[in-house]
């Protein structure tokens, strides 16, 4: 086998590997039968970490494009009131806000006027409630 033919089907097995598995055209005996080589062969090379590496980045790639048309599709169903699409979406923000400042995009957060709130009596351990207008007293 030449350097080529060991590249190119190389090449072909790990842009294969990059697609979930219900996802593929062919099993692994399909693929090395059209190439030529052993199933040992393919898993030997799949198995190296150099290999899984670039499978890895192909992968992580594809998702990032998909990603955002994926997004939007989920989002437009949860407005639609698809109740999974919801969970679905509302899972995907809280996990978000762990890891990303998504609520002030940086700046300080101001506190909310119009809202009741208790704020502590600070002479003792009891609270007190000293509210700011609540939004019934702002709409009258």
Avoid: H
């Avoid at 190296?48 to 980045?57: Q, R, T």
């Avoid at 639609?80 to 400042?101: C, P, R, S, T, W």
């Amino acid at each position: 086998m030449s350097e080529s033919t060991v590249d190119n089907w190389l090449d072909e097995a790990i842009q294969r590997e990059s697609i979930p598995k219900v996802l593929r055209n062919d099993t692994v005996e399909e693929f090395c039968k059209k190439w030529g080589i052993a199933d040992a062969t393919y898993f030997y090379q799949m198995s190296k970490k150099d290999n899984w590496e670039k499978i890895l980045e192909i992968t992580l790639n594809t998702a990032k494009k998909a990603t955002p048309e994926i997004l939007e599709k989920l989002r437009e169903k949860a407005e639609g009131g698809d109740i999974k699409a919801i969970e679905m979406f509302l899972d995907y923000v809280l996990k978000l806000a762990k890891n990303l400042d998504i609520k002030s995009d940086g700046k300080q957060l101001l506190p909310l006027s119009g809202f009741s709130y208790v704020q502590p009596n600070k002479t003792d351990n009891s609270s007190t409630s000293e509210a700011t207008p609540s939004v019934a007293d702002i709409t009258k």
